[in-house]
């Protein structure tokens, strides 16, 4: 694990803002440029609403370090000297990758939604070429233990998404959304979300928009109530207690021109909250300076997450035992991943060297000149011979080099263990002796 390195900017050190400058970051484009790094030999990039993370592994991780700050400090747009960039090194980057696909550092502990960026993350890799034997085999173990911390603790029940805290921060704000006229822009995936949080809410209407028409009429169907083409927008933002903007688009969707237009035609003194848990934000932050209106994005959440994170104490603990388990189990395996390619060049050298000895031996018992057992007695010699070959002229070297330590590790590899291996006088064949 000492060969991985990792960047980190997150909703714990960042704000929303800090980490949406960010958003137009390619990973494409990332990528390679983190698998070019001094050292470094494959990278993967992971970006999500909540954290721009650069996860390489590197045969010189000092080295592979300093270009890392240098290509950060070169694509941040803020300063990142304030503690906003975090560096992990081995085990810890690796802990901290299976924590991220269970949810455990996640703004709202817990949200499935991760599980899924992660795989993504792993699939754009292999698709860039970036990623190789060492960070998939961490990235596949992070996608099991994700699953696995789901299947085996509580930890994803309940207020486990953005979408499904920001319908609970309006209810918490208003009391309640029984009698509420609510607008939902957006009809994708955290859109969703929000929807299938709101039914059983009882709101007394909800309205939603999206530039595609056909699937805010869907959304509309599940949540029983209307869609509005988004031209007609400001008609129903003037009619809304609650907007819930979640939406892909890059640029702003909700103004502060919109929203001057929409108050003005309002119930004098009645208030509107809008709730932006989009990425990047699509409402103005000037928004909140219109008469009346209450401006909320992902920031504004946290008072959520710290409740989540309060009622999920023991089920933390509970993911946090399997992650530790499974951390050793994947730490086991990638020190075998050094003997797995020895072992692969070792068992392809003399496959090969079968193969070529076995074809000779059935050409002469296909002649029918030789006895069969004879062939089979010179193809057990032969194979024997050559297999030991190697070994053989490398015990010789060691022995005329006085390099006696070779023979501990040569009664290891060979199941010799209680056998002692006597080098001879200098060029005569080398003999072992059973040790009593």
Same mark, same amino acid.
């Given at each position: 694990?000492?060969?991985?390195?990792?960047?980190?900017?997150?909703?714990?050190?960042?704000?929303?803002?800090?980490?949406?400058?960010?958003?137009?970051?390619?990973?494409?484009?990332?990528?390679?440029?983190?698998?070019?790094?001094?050292?470094?030999?494959? &990278?993967?990039?992971? $970006?999500? &609403?909540?954290?721009? /993370?650069?996860?390489?592994?590197?045969?010189?991780?000092? @080295?592979?370090?300093? *270009?890392?700050?240098?290509?950060?400090?070169?694509?941040?747009?803020?300063? #990142?000297?304030?503690?906003?960039?975090?560096?992990?090194?081995?085990?810890?980057?690796?802990?901290?990758?299976?924590?991220? #696909?269970?949810?455990?550092?996640?703004?709202?502990?817990?949200?499935?939604?991760?599980?899924?960026?992660?795989?993504?993350?792993?699939?754009?890799?292999?698709?860039?070429?970036?990623?190789?034997?060492?960070?998939?085999?961490?990235?596949?173990?992070?996608?099991?233990? *994700?699953?696995?911390?789901?299947?085996?603790?509580?930890?994803?029940?309940? %207020?486990?998404?953005?979408?499904?805290?920001?319908? !609970?921060?309006?209810?918490?704000?208003?009391?309640?959304?029984?009698?509420?006229?609510?607008?939902?822009?957006?009809?994708? /995936?955290?859109?969703?979300?929000?929807?299938?949080?709101?039914?059983?809410?009882?709101?007394?209407?909800?309205?939603?928009?999206?530039?595609?028409?056909? $699937?805010?009429?869907?959304?509309?169907?599940?949540?029983?109530?209307?869609?509005?083409?988004?031209?007609?927008?400001?008609?129903?933002?003037?009619?809304?207690?609650?907007?819930?903007?979640?939406?892909? #688009?890059?640029?702003?969707?909700?103004?502060?021109?919109?929203?001057?237009? #929409?108050?003005?035609?309002?119930?004098? *003194?009645?208030?509107?909250?809008?709730?932006?848990?989009?990425?990047?934000?699509?409402? /103005?932050?000037?928004?909140? !300076?219109?008469?009346?209106?209450?401006?909320?994005?992902?920031?504004?959440?946290?008072?959520?997450?710290?409740?989540?994170?309060?009622?999920? $104490?023991?089920?933390?603990?509970?993911?946090?035992?399997?992650?530790?388990?499974?951390?050793?189990?994947?730490?086991?395996?990638?020190?075998?991943?050094?003997?797995?390619?020895?072992? *692969? $060049?070792?068992?392809?050298?003399?496959?090969?060297?079968?193969?070529?000895?076995?074809?000779?031996?059935?050409?002469?018992?296909?002649?029918?000149?030789?006895?069969?057992?004879?062939?089979?007695?010179?193809?057990?010699?032969?194979?024997?011979?050559?297999?030991?070959?190697?070994?053989?002229? @490398?015990?010789?070297?060691? %022995?005329?080099?006085?390099?006696?330590?070779?023979?501990?590790?040569?009664?290891?590899?060979?199941?010799?263990?209680?056998?002692?291996?006597?080098?001879?006088?200098?060029?005569?064949?080398?003999?072992?002796?059973?040790?009593?």
């Amino acid at each position: 694990m000492d060969s991985i390195i990792s960047a980190h900017i997150t909703h714990k050190q960042a704000l929303m803002a800090d980490i949406e400058r960010l958003g137009d970051l390619d990973p494409f484009k990332l990528m390679p440029a983190g698998a070019a790094l001094p050292g470094a030999s494959e &990278c993967l990039a992971l $970006r999500t &609403c909540n954290r721009v /993370e650069l996860y390489i592994a590197t045969s010189d991780a000092s @080295a592979t370090r300093e *270009g890392l700050e240098d290509m950060i400090n070169g694509l941040v747009p803020f300063d #990142a000297e304030q503690n906003l960039v975090q560096y992990l090194t081995g085990k810890d980057s690796v802990r901290h990758i299976l924590r991220v #696909a269970s949810g455990l550092e996640s703004m709202i502990v817990g949200e499935d939604q991760i599980q899924f960026q992660v795989k993504e993350a792993f699939e754009q890799a292999e698709r860039a070429g970036t990623i190789g034997p060492m960070l998939s085999i961490v990235f596949r173990k992070a996608i099991s233990v *994700g699953k696995k911390v789901r299947s085996e603790t509580r930890v994803n029940k309940g %207020c486990v998404s953005v979408g499904t805290a920001a319908v !609970e921060l309006a209810e918490d704000k208003l009391g309640t959304l029984a009698d509420k006229n609510i607008l939902v822009v957006g009809a994708g /995936e955290m859109a969703t979300l929000i929807a299938k949080h709101l039914v059983g809410k009882g709101p007394r209407a909800v309205f939603v928009s999206n530039r595609t028409y056909a $699937r805010a009429v869907e959304l509309a169907w599940v949540l029983n109530g209307k869609a509005v083409r988004f031209d007609s927008l400001v008609e129903f933002l003037s009619q809304a207690d609650v907007v819930l903007v979640a939406t892909s #688009a890059t640029h702003m969707i909700l103004t502060r021109d919109h929203m001057e237009k #929409a108050v003005a035609v309002r119930d004098h *003194g009645r208030k509107v909250m809008i709730i932006d848990v989009s990425f990047p934000r699509n409402v /103005e932050t000037e928004v909140a !300076e219109v008469p009346g209106v209450e401006l909320y994005d992902i920031d504004g959440l946290r008072g959520k997450a710290e409740e989540n994170l309060l009622k999920r $104490r023991a089920e933390i603990r509970n993911a946090e035992k399997i992650i530790g388990l499974e951390l050793e189990s994947l730490g086991r395996r990638i020190k075998e991943m050094k003997a797995d390619e020895v072992l *692969g $060049r070792l068992y392809g050298k003399y496959t090969e060297l079968k193969e070529r000895e076995v074809r000779k031996a059935m050409n002469r018992l296909t002649s029918g000149k030789e006895p069969a057992e004879a062939v089979l007695k010179d193809l057990a010699d032969v194979m024997t011979s050559k297999f030991l070959a190697d070994p053989t002229e @490398a015990l010789k070297d060691a %022995c005329r080099n006085g390099n006696e330590d070779i023979f501990g590790s040569v009664q290891i590899l060979f199941g010799l263990e209680g056998e002692i291996i006597v080098p001879r006088k200098q060029g005569s064949k080398i003999a072992h002796e059973t040790g009593h």
